[in-house]
């Protein structure tokens, strides 16, 4: 199923990460980012930081089976929920499955009263940063020189009030915390 889009009849499901998903979770991490996380980050945030929500999108075949496609992990940081990292792996990007990713850090974060989320996205990446408009986010702010690699900008983007409204809205769009949904 990794050499292309998922078969007729699959279902996506947005659901916590667990220990199980890691070699695929930075599998698609590695093929996402230019500076991708360690596997030690990745364990360090699902064992040791309770302050960490990290969930994955799974793709189940009409066969059942299941693949993890894509990931995020957001920091609670008093009321405020940092994403800190999301990526879809990239021969499931296009389908909605970022969008599914972010409704659900979001509503979760909003279920432990954060009040605003923010994250750092890098200047030119227009395709996350058309994704997290759509949410409602604005740019904040800037940090000049932020990337290692390359020298890039980050854009510092924000969106609040986070509360029962802005969550009526999100699943007023259509998606449903942990509902099986055809993909
Ligand atoms: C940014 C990223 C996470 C977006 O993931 P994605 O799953 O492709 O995002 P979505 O499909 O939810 O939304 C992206 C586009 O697909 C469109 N889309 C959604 N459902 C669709 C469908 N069924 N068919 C076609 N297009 C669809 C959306 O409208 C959106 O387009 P728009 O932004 O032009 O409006 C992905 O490109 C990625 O992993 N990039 C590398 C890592 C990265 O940059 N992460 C962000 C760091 S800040």
């Given at each position: 199923m990794s050499d292309g889009a998922a078969p007729k009849g699959s279902t996506v499901v947005i659901r916590p990460m667990q220990a199980e998903d890691l070699s695929q979770v930075l599998a698609i991490d590695q093929a996402s980012f230019a500076l991708p996380w360690p596997e030690s980050a990745y364990r360090y945030e699902l064992f040791?930081?309770?302050?960490s929500l990290l969930w994955v999108a799974e793709v189940t075949t009409p066969d059942g089976e299941r693949q993890v496609i894509g990931m995020v992990v957001v920091w609670l940081i008093l009321d405020e929920a940092h994403i800190a990292t999301i990526a879809v792996h990239p021969q499931y990007r296009g389908q909605g499955v970022a969008t599914k990713l972010l409704s659900a850090a979001l509503i979760a974060s909003i279920q432990r009263e954060m009040r605003s989320a923010t994250l750092e996205v890098r200047l030119h990446n227009l395709a996350a940063q058309r994704l997290y408009r759509r949410f409602g986010f604005e740019v904040a702010g800037s940090r000049p020189r932020?990337?290692?690699?390359?020298n890039e900008d980050a854009l510092i983007m924000t969106v609040s009030p986070l509360n029962q409204a802005y969550r009526e809205w999100l699943e007023r769009e259509g998606w449903k915390n942990q509902d099986e949904q055809p993909f």
């Open positions: 040791d930081n309770p302050g932020y990337y290692r690699d390359n």
